[in-house]
């Protein structure tokens, strides 16, 4: 079944296309990573698909309708970023306990055993936290809230590695015990490959590709060899990313579909193919040229 549909969607913010023509469905009970650069527009897609903002055009359908003020959306669906506010005239056990009353599927138990694993004060308010522990406790509100759609919004921001580490164990863990869909954004796709299931890509506003991680994998491949011999092997074909790495060196990326023969035929020739890390190649993908930051300098 569909969790979230969007045909041709966009968002304008007067003469900005934040989503641009966007359309992608998310079938429920899997994980997807949302992944794009700064400005991509991450947050506005997911406060769409939250029912926070509404849409410019197109079309958006979340649990079958569309999300904006929807009571349907709102009750299950839970959205979680680094700028939750919450009462501080509660301590976090008390936030933690009136949680319950909002969240049918509330996992209390887990709730307090990641609060006591990360070592919380009970009696401190949200307001005191840092900004780490902020985004801890927020995750343990997103995870024990266990919402049929679980969004968020970069939320490892501002934590350690190790709060990090555990923070995508305890999401695998709990999604195993109860799937759910979950959508999760983020900048960096390397620390979430091993626990997405997809991956939506997105530049500008638009979707550059949506698909299985294990396919991301192998969407690309690397050669690397004299830059003469290189330029001519490469004719034809449009790099995703080109550049000079040594004297008369150059690597460029280039989508993974070429022929065995022709790969021969770049060994041959001295060329060498290596794999591209999943990470390079979202950033080589979302680049703003091909040639990255030596672009500005040469
Ligand atoms: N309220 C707003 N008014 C005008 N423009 C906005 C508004 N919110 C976002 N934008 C613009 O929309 C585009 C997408 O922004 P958005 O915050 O969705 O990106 P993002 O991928 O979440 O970025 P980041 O990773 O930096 O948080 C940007 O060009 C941004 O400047």
Known sequence: MKTVECIELTKQYGKTKAINNLSFTLSENKITGLIGRNGAGKTTLLKMIA?????????IQVFG?????????????????????FSNMLTLLELLESAKRFYPN????????????????????????SKGMKSTFNMIIGLAARCPLTIFDEPTSGMDAGTRKDFYRALLKDYIAEPRTIILSSHLIDEVEDILEEVLLIKNGEKL??????????????????????????????PIYIQEIGANISYAVIKND?????????????????????EDI???LTSKTKGGIDHVFS
């Open 65 to 85: 309708v569309n999300p904006f003020n929807s009571l349907k959306v709102s009750a299950n669906t839970i959205f979680i970023d680094n700028g939750m506010s």
């Open 51 to 59: 029912g926070y903002l509404r849409h410019s055009s197109g079309e």
């Open 106 to 129: 509330w996992n209390h138990d887990l709730a307090l055993k990641l609060f006591d694993y990360f070592s919380f004060s009970p009696n401190l308010s949200h307001v005191n936290l």
């Open 209 to 238: 590709l949506h698909t299985p991680v294990e396919e991301l994998k192998e969407f690309a491949i690397g050669i690397r060899g004299k830059t003469e011999a290189l330029k001519e092997w490469m004719e034809k074909i449009e």
């Open 258 to 278: 070429r022929s065995l023969i022709e790969l021969e035929n770049a060994k041959a020739i001295g060329l060498e193919v290596v794999p591209v890390p999943t």
């Open 282 to 284: 979202c950033t080589y």
